[in-house]
């Protein structure tokens, strides 16, 4: 079911003859993939400072799209925001994003980091890195994403499920660095490494880890943040790979304003006002990600993990080739 804000009956949606809602005509309405409890903080400080109410309906990202996608013109959807660059690039893709001329937003938002055709703009950056057991590996046997198919970790690497789209978008960023052949090389190697069968989640990943299963990972940051602050004492720590080339891979979250937005002027000032300094740390911090704006620092418990070079290469690519790294990762056996 879809959460509102607007105490409206919505019923489970039928994708060839779906009606819009009946949402109020003033303020923004935001379909968001973002929990309730990261967005609707920022959503009440929009308001509280510039009296535009947002309305907003929450659900996973597939049937967002499928939604704005049969809605069609009809839509009272404003933005669509949601995570994963993969996601972004669909949408944009099937055409449910308008472009946005904001020379706000471009100078808030690194060009690597927002689509190179000015339909979606990231808002947070996550980092999806190497994680370790502190007691059984040192910083200096790690290096890359790359090492991690060498066979001296054969038995000890802990890995979660191709399924999801953080690991189709790294396979997707290794293709388009080191092409086809060479990352599914790769990916074989993470395949015949593997401690144990492959995981539904990272904290799930992390506990195994912790628990003496595995030895080394590839998790994003925010997860390893979640499970060291309700366990500090686990042993474990993170890494930044490649550092000595192209950087730590990195994807984020993000929003586009929807091709038939009822309020599209208002719809740009509240995305240019999420990429300020006033608001980005209230955007990252609350999931313990970074902040888009490169003049925003992050939330000290996240500088804590130290600095570190990321890879600039345009997240848009994780989309466009995501189809291939998904053919790829299934040939290669990674379940």
């Given at each position: 079911m879809f959460k509102t804000k607007i105490g409206l009956a919505l019923t489970m949606f039928g994708l060839a003859a779906m009606a819009a809602?009946?949402?109020?005509?003033?303020?923004?309405?935001?379909?968001s993939a973002r929990n309730e409890q990261l967005i609707k903080p920022l959503f009440d400080a929009y308001t509280k400072e510039t009296g535009t109410p947002i309305q907003f309906i929450t659900d996973k990202e597939g049937p967002?799209?499928?939604?704005?996608?049969?809605?069609?013109?009809?839509?009272?959807?404003?933005?669509?925001?949601?995570?994963?660059?993969?996601?972004?690039w669909q949408a944009a893709r099937d055409g449910v994003l308008a472009k946005i001329d904001s020379k706000i937003l471009n100078a808030n938002i690194p060009a690597h980091l927002r689509d190179p055709d000015d339909r979606w703009f990231g808002l947070s950056i996550r980092a999806r890195t190497l994680v370790y057991n502190s007691k059984r590996v040192s910083p200096a046997q790690l290096s890359s994403y790359e090492?991690?198919?060498?066979?001296?970790?054969?038995?000890?690497?802990?890995?979660?499920?191709?399924?999801?789209?953080?690991?189709?978008?790294?396979?997707?960023?290794?293709?388009?660095?080191?092409?086809?052949?060479?990352?599914e090389k790769i990916v074989r190697g993470w395949v015949a490494n593997l401690a144990t069968d492959v995981f539904a989640d990272d904290t799930k990943l992390m506990e195994a880890m912790a628990a003496g299963q595995c030895d080394?990972?590839?998790?994003?940051?925010y997860y390893y943040g979640r499970l060291m602050k309700k366990q500090p004492g686990l042993p474990l720590a993170l890494f930044w790979p490649n550092q000595n080339?192209?950087?730590?891979?990195?994807?984020?979250?993000g929003a586009g304003v929807t091709a038939h937005a009822k309020h599209p002027a208002?719809?740009?000032?509240?995305?240019?006002?999420l990429?300020?300094?006033?608001?980005?740390?209230?955007?990252?911090?609350?999931?313990?990600?970074?902040?888009?704006?490169?003049?925003?620092?992050?939330?000290?418990?996240?500088?804590?993990?130290?600095?570190?070079?990321?890879?600039?290469?345009?997240v848009a690519q994780s989309g466009a080739l995501q189809a291939k790294a998904v053919m790829l990762m299934d040939r290669a056996g990674y379940k």
């Open positions: 809602p009946v949402l109020a005509a003033e303020g923004l309405v935001v379909y967002l799209l499928a939604r704005l996608k049969a809605e069609g013109a009809k839509t009272a959807a404003d933005l669509l925001i949601t995570v994963d660059a993969g996601n972004l090492d991690l198919a060498d066979p001296k970790w054969k038995g000890r690497l802990c890995l979660r499920t191709s399924k999801k789209v953080y690991n189709q978008s790294l396979t997707a960023m290794l293709i388009a660095h080191l092409g086809e052949a060479q990352t080394v990972g590839i998790v994003n940051t080339d192209r950087g730590v891979h990195v994807n984020i979250s208002q719809a740009v000032k509240f995305l240019e006002w990429s300020s300094e006033q608001a980005q740390n209230l955007f990252a911090d609350r999931d313990l990600e970074y902040p888009v704006n490169p003049r925003v620092k992050p939330h000290p418990y996240v500088a804590a993990w130290g600095s570190f070079k990321q890879d600039t290469i345009n």
